[in-house]
Structures are given as C-alpha cells and as structure tokens.
Nanobody
Framework: QVQLVESGGGLVQAGASLRLSCAASGRSFSSAAMAWFRQAPGKEREFVAMITWSGGNTYYTDTVKGRFTISRDNAKNTVDLQMNSLKPEDTAVYYC???????????????????WGQGTQVTVSS
C-alpha cells in the first residue's frame, strides 16, 4: 500500500510561487495515477491536477492552467506541484492522492482516488 506525505506549503503574497512535494512510500507508486486536490474553508475538496503513472499525460482544472505544473519522478517516488502566479483564491489545504484504477473519464473525481496524504496549507495574501 502507498502512503503519501505532502510538504512545501506556506504563506506567500499574490504573484509568488510555491512548489509542493508529495513523497510516497510503497513499491506500487509507479503504477498509480497521482493527483493534487485542494480544499478551502467551507468548500468541498476540488480537483487541481493529475498525472498518469508514466508521467506522459497531465490534466488540469481550468483555473490553474498555465500557472501550475504537475510532475513526477518514479525513481524517487515523488510527485510535485509547481505553482506560479499565485492568487488569493488559491488559498487552501492541498492534498496529494493516488489512484490504482482510474478511468479516463473520471480523472477529476475524488471518489476514484484510493490513498490520500494529510494535506499542506497554502495561504496567498493579497
């Protein structure tokens, strides 16, 4: 089984950059589709980005396209989220998630992700 630990969150000003990292333990990491979700206070957890097991394909929610980049290193068992041009509305707890059975038509649906990290707080001030 895979266990996930996020790091890299913090408090930044609007326009700044942050890089989140998710470290995975477990031999099955390289076979999992990986994603980042986020949850702002009083809101539901929402999809941010995902990357296929090989790293060959990525998918982003419209509000972060062109600003965020997801990447993975299967040799190091890590998946990162580079966040540029941050906005106050990006403020949330960011979660890393893994899926071992993700249909192509369900990439952004949190119910299809099997393993979750504990989350890391990102706060963007205006």
């Amino acid at each position: 089984q895979v266990q996930l630990v996020e790091s890299g969150g913090g408090l930044v000003q609007a326009g700044a950059s942050l890089r989140l990292s998710c470290a995975a333990s477990g031999r099955s990491f390289s076979s999992a589709a990986m994603a980042w979700f986020r949850q702002a206070p009083g809101k539901e957890r929402e999809f941010v980005a995902m990357i296929t097991w090989s790293g060959g394909n990525t998918y982003y929610t419209d509000t972060v396209k062109g600003r965020f980049t997801i990447s993975r290193d299967n040799a190091k068992n890590t998946v990162d989220l580079q966040m540029n041009s941050l906005k106050p509305e990006d403020t949330a707890v960011y979660y890393c998630a893994a899926s071992f059975h993700l249909p192509n038509t369900r990439l952004a649906q949190k119910g299809w992700y099997d393993v979750w990290g504990q989350g890391t707080q990102v706060t963007v001030s205006s």
